[in-house]
């Protein structure tokens, strides 16, 4: 072969290389998701200019309004959550921030511990591996996940129902490391410029939808039993956690967010938040009488699902959790930070919004809870 | 011989020129039925026995082929 | 491991860096392994079969051979000695003893594949007269495995062993070269059916690497993933839902369904054959053809002729001829003769054996009545049209038809597209019943307003799906008829500017990655589903 033809060979072996890159970057999930955009404005923070993460399912991002942590207390405090999170990605993501940020301190929410919560579906799953950049840990995060699939599918295969297998991860499917062999079919639907430019989230994560967050459905407050107890499969995915802190020295704190669901789902995130106080980690549970009344929270007017609030309830979870990162571990409110412009844009944008939908000044929610 | 070989090769083929034609079967000038037709009447006109092994493409490309193919059996009886 | 996948691709790119880097000698050697590696990866347990056909067919490909061999040197020897008579005995002697011997081994052979494939199909058969019958006997089902490709290697073998017999060629001389020319890993799956003399020293000489044959061979994979990927998977789920549900249809919509069908399965299988193709070319052979645009062809017989060409080929050679010219026939075709007149008596013999061989193609495709039905339906055409030709020709000249020009031409190709499609029916069919209810519901009701009212857009395609579609297929159409033309797409491409070049390559790449229908993302089949 001449030397003509290999430089000519290589060239264009470039292109196409580059030509498939482009066509990855491109048909990825949809950017026009808050999945996405929460993750594509962690992408866009600049290094260690982060002070800590919350990690956990749906109830997370409902649950935390970033723009004020760092109103009120000067603290930031990013929200890497995605619907139906499986705790199998927690390592994962805390990996991920851990990267680029120096992380003070990493909140984790327990929600994801329910049997309810166990089926682990391909959806799932993407909604979190996909929003990642590619990088070994992405693949390890994937990894992790199929392998808990399969260890829950070994004990608990029976008890799923017939309708809901093809939800399921698929172990043997190479798409849930190169998505674009699932996402390519979206040349029906339309490629968004959303997909072009990568859409970052202008409120630092926090989830501001007009259906749900100005709503209110009034919640029965739960019964939180005292018994605590947890499937030995589960057992073992929170005992990796904590193994995993406790190797790094992370400041972790496992919390149990607000919600109103049947008693045995509290004896299982009894049991979770009882492992990790056994390790010596600090845990907060927020449906417990302990804090009702710092918390206030208001069954009537925060929440809009029985397991998710409003943005009513997101502000006062945010503020009440935000001054416990302050007190126990010396963050906030330090003057001269990087960067500073983005988040008090976040804010500004955060409490226009809270304020249109609500009709009232977000001052307000805040003020009355500090009774 | 020749003579008569082009009388059955006309009534068969009437369209096809054969004094021109080089590749009657490597061309698929003449098809299969063509063939069997053909061999049927050399056989019984020339009394030979042309079998399958005959039909190669180069005992039929031309009609000088043919004609060497006749001969040779011809010969062997 | 099907063709159209990333193993494959992987496999293959092992295989050709392989052949590249091993020595002259052992080039074949690395073929031969990498062949069976193929077999073994894809059906482990019937590697015996393949093994058993090589090995007989080797031996008595030897034994025929040594046959012709004694008797030329024998007659060589004695050619002053020997007077004709003598001769034509000894001839006579050694044709017994070679058609005993060709006997046994397509007994063999073509036995075993008539065995694994056909079993069941006679026992089920058998059991129905049983039951009706009212006796209590039953033949039992066997579990039998059909092995990789036997219904390609065996007949290849029996072109293979029919040549030496004829004298055609030398027998091979080397096991181990033979078991290479069976197994050979691009045909083992959907053929071609290759040719002893065509096939074989390309495979035993080395090929050096050679820059734009790698390239062509690499164009030409991609191209047979483009058909598959783009348009053959695309049709499957409509042509899956009207002939699965073939009783909620009817009238035109099923016949839709059966001309999907033949669009589906011709890129699919001769996707496949590009890819066949391409990968070998890469290694330096050249196997043959076995489409060329069969969708042009103005009649049905001409459709065989470009549709699996080296079947039809095959059973040309290996049982139309000697049907046709056998002594049998011909005493048959006399007494025709004398019977219904000269022209019956001459096409006689090539009606009846025209007709066996389209049952035999029928029914090679699989055991099954609608098989039956597909060689019978094809053969009373084929047939049909040599008994009818001088009355076709005298209908044209009465109703002063011009059947030199392009509008004929273009007639004819979609009357034959017609009836294929109406073939259809019965080799994609659930089975012989359920095809020729199709058929009957297709033409006793009459619901032109079903191509009107868009309804077709609920049946697994929609409406954008249809335009890629639509577009794929013009390029199909173009790139045929410049082929019909004689233009060597691939040279022709490779003649225009390097920018030109390189935008079509990474253009079409792009397209297969786009359109094509693979992965789990939300395809037209999930839509079908969505509804229920």
Known sequence: MKMKQILQFIIFMVFGLVMVCALFYLFEKDENDETSSRWNGFYSEAENTIDGIIVGASMVDRAWAAPLAWHEWGVRLYPLSTGSQPIAATIGVIEEARKTQNLQVIIIDVHGIRSSAQLRKAKAMRNLTDSMHHSINRIQTVNRIVKYSKDYEAIYGDTIPEEKRSELIDPSDFSNYLGFLNYHSRWESGVSEADFTKESTGIKGAFISPKTSFRAKEQEPPDIPKEAALEPLFQELIQEVIDYGKENQLNMVFVELPSCLPEEEYIQMNAALQMAEDAGFPTINLNSDEFAAELSINYATDFYHSCHVNSQGAVKITSFLTKYVCDHYGLGNKPERKDSASWDQSWEEYKASFEQGWEMPIESVLSDRQK | ?77 | MAFVSMKFLFFLLVVCSGYFIMPMKLKWVWLLICSYTFYLLNDVRAAAFIIFTTVITYITGRILGQINSDQKTYLKENKTVLSREEKKCFKAKNITKKKRTLFTAILANLGLLVFLKYFNFFAGNINAVLSNLSLQMEVPMLNLLLPLGISFYTLQALGYLIDVYRDKYEPDRNLAKFALFLSFFPQIIQGPIARYNQLAHQLYEPHKFEYKRVAFGAQLILWGFMKKLIIADRLAPFVDEIFNNYISYQGITLFLGALAYGFQVYTDFSGGMDIARGAAQILGIDIAVNFERPYFARSISEFWRRWHITLGSWMKDYVFYPLALSKGFNKLGKRARNIFGNYIGKILPTFLSMFIVFLLVGVWHGSSWKYVAYGVWNGVFISGSILLEPVYEKMTATLKINTKCFSWGFFQAIRTIFLCSIGRFFSRGVSCMAALSMIKHTFTVFNPWVLTDYSFYELGINERNMIVLVAMGLVLLVVGIMQERGIHIREKIAEQNLYFRWLVYLGALAVLLIFGVYGNGLTSTVFIYQQF
């Open chain 2, 1 to 77: 011989m020749r003579e008569e070989l082009m009388k059955i090769l006309e009534e068969l083929r009437p369209d096809v020129e054969f004094e021109k034609e080089k590749k009657l079967i490597d061309d698929g000038i003449l098809d299969s039925f063509d063939i069997v037709t053909l061999v049927g009447d050399l056989n019984d006109t020339f009394d030979i026995d042309i079998n399958v092994e005959d039909l190669q493409p180069e005992n039929f490309n031309h009609v000088d082929n043919m004609l060497a193919l006749i001969q040779k059996l011809q010969d062997e009886e």
